[in-house]
């Protein structure tokens, strides 16, 4: 039969405890929380916002700073210096030189409707910087969240007072300029503490559904451009050679009366002089002028006959056979 030892209860006693030992770890212990909850460190790019049970006292710089322990001072970093981005209609996944996008649509931010009840879908970004850290913590709640719903109610605002056209081609730039102006007077009027800086448009489609009907109306456009253009190239062949032709007509009209005027003008110039020669000795000039006309007629006769009137039987001088001549 086994043996039974005795059991002493003083074997359960708990150890000694040196008082001075605890006490000594209690107070490095106090002390390195004292330590490690008085001093915070703030980046270049932020500012620290200093709450002192949750009333806001300051701010400070960056770098190595110091602020009530054991909770009594909190403090949150902005990065008022950090350009900041927000997209809307899309997410970027992984971004770098080749960035990926999320294949999710976000037609919830992105679909929109025209000023001509046409649908589009936008995406876009908005870069913006925080200005006042003290309204961008306090004076709204989730700052973030509600500059997104501002961004979004403008730009349908915006979208929405003008044509599918001008939204996908000819009129982004001005959209987001003036997105950004308004998005601006809005932060401004709710105390968001944040500057917009610059407003992208990434993307600008049609929906999917409508896709293909919208490439047929954008090709039949483009047809007609092009039919246009060959329109005006042919008219700028014709015409200027219409009017080339038209101008020559004209000018060589004018050179022709220009010149019946100027014999016009020297025919009665002659006869002018002639008529005063005339009548300063008429016999002389009355002989003159048949002299000379007779001069002009009796060449072109071909056969010349010279009679003196006072002469009696002259017809056998005739020489009336063909080809005889008689003066």
């Known amino acids: 039969m086994e043996q039974k030892v005795p059991f002493d209860l003083k074997d359960l006693r708990p150890p000694k405890i040196n008082v001075k030992t605890v006490a000594g770890v209690a107070a490095a212990i106090l002390l390195g929380i004292l330590l490690f909850s008085s001093y915070f460190t703030v980046d270049t790019e932020e500012v620290g916002v200093v709450l002192r049970f949750g009333k806001f006292v300051r701010?400070?710089?960056?770098?190595?700073?110091?602020k009530m322990p054991f909770g009594i001072e909190k403090v949150y970093k902005v990065p008022v210096e950090r350009q900041l981005k927000l997209e809307l209609g899309f997410r970027t996944t992984k971004p770098g030189i080749r960035t990926e996008y999320s294949s999710k649509k976000y037609q919830e931010e992105s679909l929109m409707?025209?000023?001509?009840?046409?649908?589009?879908?936008?995406?876009?970004?908005?870069?913006?910087?925080?200005?006042?850290?003290?309204?961008?913590l306090f004076r709204v709640r989730n700052a973030v969240g509600t500059f997104r719903d501002i961004n979004e109610a403008v730009m349908r605002e915006v979208v929405g007072d003008r044509t599918v056209d001008e939204v996908l081609t000819v009129g982004r730039q001005e959209i987001a300029s003036t997105v950004t102006l308004k998005v601006q007077q809005l932060c401004d009027q709710y105390e968001t503490g944040i500057k917009v800086e610059q407003v992208v448009l990434q993307d600008v489609n049609p929906p999917e559904p409508v896709k293909p009907a919208f490439n047929e109306v954008n090709e039949a456009q483009q047809e007609r451009e092009k039919l246009i253009n060959q329109a005006l190239s042919e008219y700028n062949k014709v015409i200027p050679r219409a009017r080339g032709e038209a101008e020559r007509t004209i000018e060589k009209a004018k050179g022709y009366a220009l010149e019946r005027v100027n014999n016009a003008r020297g025919e009665a110039a002659k006869f002018n002089s002639v008529f005063k020669e005339y009548m300063k000795a008429k016999e002389v000039t009355r002989q003159r002028i048949y002299l000379e006309t007779m001069n002009d007629v009796m060449q072109k006769v071909g056969r010349k006959l010279i009679t003196d009137e006072d002469v009696t039987g002259i017809l056998p001088l005739f020489q009336l056979e063909k080809g005889g001549t008689g003066k």
């Open 59 to 66: 701010t400070v710089n960056p770098g190595l700073n110091f």
């Open 113 to 136: 409707l025209t000023g001509d009840l046409n649908a589009a879908e936008v995406e876009w970004i908005v870069q913006y910087r925080i200005k006042d850290p003290y309204k961008f």
